[in-house]
């Protein structure tokens, strides 16, 4: 069209101007600001879709191509809803909301389902089931919350990880608080890898091949993260407590309950605390049909961090980017200004800040050769708050109240990440969409098409395939990994990495990931098809382990004066049946609050419990008093309050001896009070301990030591309350303003030719 009317016919150029009447002139000029906005990056922000897959064979992909895609998915993603606008904050919360973390996935896998997890309709099985630590359930209304947690030993919610496993370095952001981090599962990663088994160690251990998830279909275009054909996606996600001093219309903010591991404080005290955190950054994983290496995009609050003076370091030099500006004029969360003028409480620049744990405190105990971290703890005073640029410099857009041009010329960093940011941000700020106008696309990240697979035609009979050994072969493929950014000595390399993930390495999202394996039983290794946390997180997952929970407590009070007897049914064991020829060894105690004395507990079987576990008949033998364990019953704890009660010190109290020729369990535990009247008593004050001494790979013991896997016991929390309904106002969107053009040059040409 914009041809036939001259914008581009020789003939028209040749024309004298003057002869052109005035109606043609301004036809023009119309024409030609029409037809630039065609070829420019149209953003859709009312209708959200997140797509499938690139909507072109990678034979045809552009750059453009795939930093569309990576905010076409943003935006899909921070919708409240299937093809809505993003989430109107704080009435509307992100579809990823409603997933489950990897922790949640892991911790709730086996029979009898683990305790502290809450599923939908009872069936862990489904994507959207929570796990909740112990410390966590002692919070009013805390299935209203998600939870920033970890697994076991690996502190993967706020060390940063290195290639194939984590660093012992977090980040510590201007305010003296620890960055955290969770990695979300979509609905179809969920059910792919709790179908396919691969929670369980066993099933690892019987692998024979390399991984491959699914990858959906190229045609889908529904949107829905649920849908098999939209392929897996996985997220990390970095955050900051919302500290007073941040604007929280300009972040997406969320309460959740922050877990701190008992190992990471001071007191040795695991905590669990409702806190606003603030979203920082977010990675996007997709393995699509068309790019099964998965499409790698990250996205960063634009006021994490400034941009280093210099380039990337060259290939081959082990230092990053240490580059910082002597100083900056704004308060970046991971560069305030208190690190101007090499502020001895600032670390060097993009490097581990120091620890702030003295002596052994606050360490892994399953890495007692690094250095502990304090979470709960203000920074060291000497090196201890981090300060960091980003590594590769970027054009953050321009928020304004009217549309900001697109960058001309373009930068030479992710040039067209630069020129989507920019037309994203305008409308995004246009429809009152904050807080997401205030994050931008750093870039994505792909293979270029003579590494992948051809095409075939129809698209639909493209297999999905694993490509990590087109990427790594014991080096990375870098020529097959695009795009590509330019070192100091001129190199270009695919570097790409999140200034609040990979703070202090240089990152190459595709050439690390290609890397990640599994190791079967036999010590053979297959690619786990670009995923870490396999092997990082499901080592840790209790299947192999003992599992016990406790019913709650029943009272024989009946009348004043009866005396103080409380009951409870206690029951568990080993889920993985690899283990289940495998003797049982417990503990059982109760741990009472400082208002009460100790108890005399006895226990009896179950015979009428509806599980079909091998009760514990003859193999009962009391613990004397001098037989307390390590962390069985010389330890004080404070636990907080539930809902209308008190603080309390609790103390353990040495309880019974269990021993069964099979891993399972299940007994009627009775806690006697001798002396007191049962109106004297709470019995959901008293908490059960189960301390496990099995023999087998499944055993709960580290070094010989008994852990202590105490149980709290908790009311059901109330209905949460409905969350209010919003009402989007509607705008004209893009198809509007074509249409709308379009009817403007009708007009125009009819004009022309009455003429």
């Not at 024409?31 to 064979?57: G, K, M, N, Y």
């Amino acid at each position: 069209m914009c041809a036939q009317v001259g914008i581009s016919d020789p003939g028209f150029r040749k024309r004298s101007f003057r002869a052109l009447k005035l109606k043609q002139v301004l036809l023009a000029i119309l024409l030609a600001a029409f037809c630039s906005t065609l070829q420019a990056q149209v953003c859709s922000v009312e209708q959200t879709r997140i797509p499938a897959d690139i909507p072109v064979p990678n034979v045809e992909a552009t750059e453009s191509t795939f930093q569309q895609f990576a905010w076409d998915s943003f935006l899909g993603l921070n919708a409240a809803q299937v093809g809505g606008a993003p989430a109107s904050v704080p009435l509307q919360k992100p579809l990823w909301t409603s997933w489950s973390s990897v922790v949640d996935m892991l911790s709730c896998q086996g029979t009898p389902t683990p305790a502290g997890c809450v599923c939908p309709n009872g069936d862990c099985a489904e994507a959207g089931s929570r796990f909740f630590p112990s410390a966590c359930r002692a919070i009013p209304g805390y299935q209203d919350y998600r939870v920033m947690q970890q697994r076991g030993p690996v502190d993967d919610m706020f060390l940063l990880a290195e290639v194939g496993e984590l660093s012992n370095s977090p980040v510590i952001d201007r305010f003296g608080d620890f960055l955290r981090y969770e990695i979300m599962v979509s609905p179809v990663t969920y059910d792919n890898i709790v179908g396919d088994g691969l929670w369980d160690q066993s099933v690892i251990d019987g692998i024979d091949e390399e991984l491959v998830m699914h990858c959906g279909t190229a045609e889908y275009q529904g949107g829905d993260p649920a849908n098999t054909d939209m392929g897996n996606i996985v997220l990390k996600l970095a955050w900051m407590n919302a500290n007073d001093a941040l604007n929280l219309d300009q972040y997406y903010a969320e309460e959740m309950l922050v877990y701190t591991p008992g190992y990471r404080s001071p007191d040795g005290v695991e905590r669990c605390e409702v806190q606003t955190m603030a979203l920082v950054g977010m990675h996007i994983a997709h393995k699509t049909l068309r790019q099964p290496n998965w499409i790698w995009s990250t996205f960063e609050h634009r006021d994490v961090a400034p941009n280093c003076t210099d380039a990337m370091t060259d290939p081959g030099i082990t230092d990053t980017n240490m580059s910082c500006p002597d100083s900056v004029d704004s308060e970046f969360n991971l560069y305030g200004s208190q690190c101007n003028a090499d502020d001895p409480a600032c670390a060097p620049c993009n490097t581990g800040p120091a620890s702030n744990a003295l002596g052994d405190l606050c360490r892994n105990p399953t890495t007692p050769g690094l250095e502990g971290w304090c979470l709960d703890q203000p920074p060291t005073p000497l090196g201890g708050t981090s300060k960091l640029c980003r590594h590769v410099a970027v054009v953050p857009p321009e928020i304004e109240t009217v549309p900001a041009p697109i960058p001309d010329p373009l930068p030479d960093n992710y040039p067209q990440a630069a020129a989507w940011n920019q037309a994203c941000a305008n409308e995004l700020v246009m429809g009152g969409h904050d807080p997401w106008s205030h994050y931008m696309l750093i870039s994505s990240q792909w293979l270029v098409a003579g590494a992948l697979p051809p095409e075939p035609k129809p698209p639909e009979t493209l297999t999905c395939e694993s490509v990590a050994d087109e990427v790594f072969f014991g080096i990375v493929n870098a020529g097959a990994i695009e795009p590509k950014v330019r070192s100091r000595g001129g190199t270009e390399r695919p570097f790409l990495g999140n200034i609040t993930m990979e703070s202090y390495t240089k990152s190459n999202c595709i050439g690390c990931h290609a890397r990640a394996t599994l190791e079967n039983g036999g010590g053979q290794e297959f690619t786990s098809d670009f995923m870490y946390f396999l092997s990082l997180n499901v080592a840790e997952h209790d299947n192999n382990f003992m599992t016990y929970m406790a019913e709650d407590p029943t009272s024989s009070c009946e009348l004043p004066g009866d005396p103080a007897i409380v009951e409870f049914d206690v029951f568990g064991g080993a889920s993985n049946a690899n283990v289940a020829e495998q003797s049982l060894e417990v503990l059982v105690g109760i741990e009472v609050p400082d208002y009460l004395p100790a108890p005399v507990i006895s226990a009896r079987d179950i015979l009428d419990h509806d599980e079909p576990w091998v009760h514990s008949s003859d193999v009962i033998e009391m613990l004397a008093d001098d037989s307390c364990l390590p962390g069985a019953c010389e330890v004080d704890l404070v636990y907080a309050p539930r809902a209308g009660q008190s603080w309390h010190q609790y103390r353990s109290v040495p309880g019974l001896k269990i021993t069964a020729e099979q891993p399972q369990l299940a007994t009627h535990l009775v806690v006697e009070f001798e002396g007191l009247d049962c109106a004297d008593i709470d019995p959901l004050d008293l908490r059960v301990w189960v301390s496990d001494n099995s023999q087998g790979t499944y055993a709960n013991q580290v070094d010989g030591d008994y852990l202590d896997l105490t149980l709290f016991l908790l009311p059901d929390p109330p209905d949460p309350e409905p969350e209010a309904e919003f009402h989007a106002i509607p705008t004209l969107s893009r198809a509007g303003l074509l249409i709308l053009g379009m009817a403007v040059v009708f007009i125009g040409l009819r004009l022309s030719y009455r003429d």
